[in-house]
């Protein structure tokens, strides 16, 4: 798989396909051009008979930030309306679904800080490994923002249980690696010169796994998942965004 990208690293090793976030100046925040350019990866996987395993992660100093909020502005000043916003967040939740229905496996490969949406990206892939240094925060409600980006809050749920989630979001505390792994967030903490040996140990196997033997367990296991998302009403997640930064938006400007 031979792409040129500008916000992302792809590194094509046969059965595993490394994609690494690379904008790290800003701490590898997500805008518009890294969503697209996620998703153009996950639609040639989607054709692809010889990846076994995806790893994410990130250049840099962090896995990854959050959203590039600073974008917001600038989409709502072009389009008054909200609709450039909109397709903005309905692109992450595009590309937040497209990774979890994957028919691979995927692994998150964690270090710094993982923000926001880095969070959300993260929270998507199969296996997370994490260095013991990282530090996690969902800030959005302290932004004034509902935790809306890529439907993640099922998801959120999902892994880490409500009750958790619930002060996680509220408080918009933050949160060690040790923490991270005791909610499920993480599967392994380890330190950071050895997340390398990591994501190998778990990849070596799976790379001999039967992909239809993967491709139907990873269905069972997001089944239960998908009827979660649809009763919170996850699918509504880019029009309570934009509405959100929109009034945001004009409140600055007065």
């Not at 996690?136 to 890529?150: C, D, H, S, T």
């Not at 330190?191 to 990591?198: E, S």
Request: charged share 25%; net charge negative.
């Amino acid at each position: 798989m031979l792409m040129d990208f500008k916000t992302l690293q792809v590194t094509d090793e046969g059965s595993i396909l490394r994609v690494q976030l690379n904008r790290p100046e800003t701490g590898n925040s997500i805008d518009g051009q890294m969503l697209s350019e996620l998703l153009s990866v996950l639609r040639a996987l989607e054709d692809d008979n010889t990846v076994r395993v995806m790893v994410v992660s990130g250049a840099g100093d962090h896995f990854s930030q959050g959203g590039d909020r600073s974008e917001f502005p600038e989409l709502l000043e072009k389009d008054t309306s909200g609709s450039a916003l909109r397709s903005l967040a309905d692109k992450a939740e595009r590309v937040c679904s497209a990774l979890s229905q994957l028919r691979i496996v995927t692994i998150a490969r964690l270090h710094g800080d993982v923000i926001g949406a880095g969070l959300g990206l993260a929270v998507f892939c199969d296996l997370r490994v994490g260095a013991d240094t990282c530090r996690f925060r969902m800030p959005e409600v302290g932004l004034g923002v509902p935790p809306a980006w890529g439907g993640v809050l099922p998801r959120l749920a999902e892994e880490a249980g409500q009750a958790w989630v619930r002060r996680l979001l509220l408080t918009a505390e933050a949160f060690d690696a040790a923490r991270a792994e005791q909610l499920s967030i993480l599967h392994e903490v380890v330190p950071a010169d050895g997340l390398d040996a990591a994501v190998a140990r778990w990849a070596r196997p799976l790379v001999r796994r039967d992909p239809t033997t993967v491709r139907i367990t990873k269905s069972m296991l997001n089944a239960r998942a998908g009827a979660t998302q649809l009763a919170v009403g996850s699918y509504f997640d880019g029009d309570l965004l934009t509405d959100a930064v929109a009034r945001q938006h004009a409140r600055g400007r007065r």
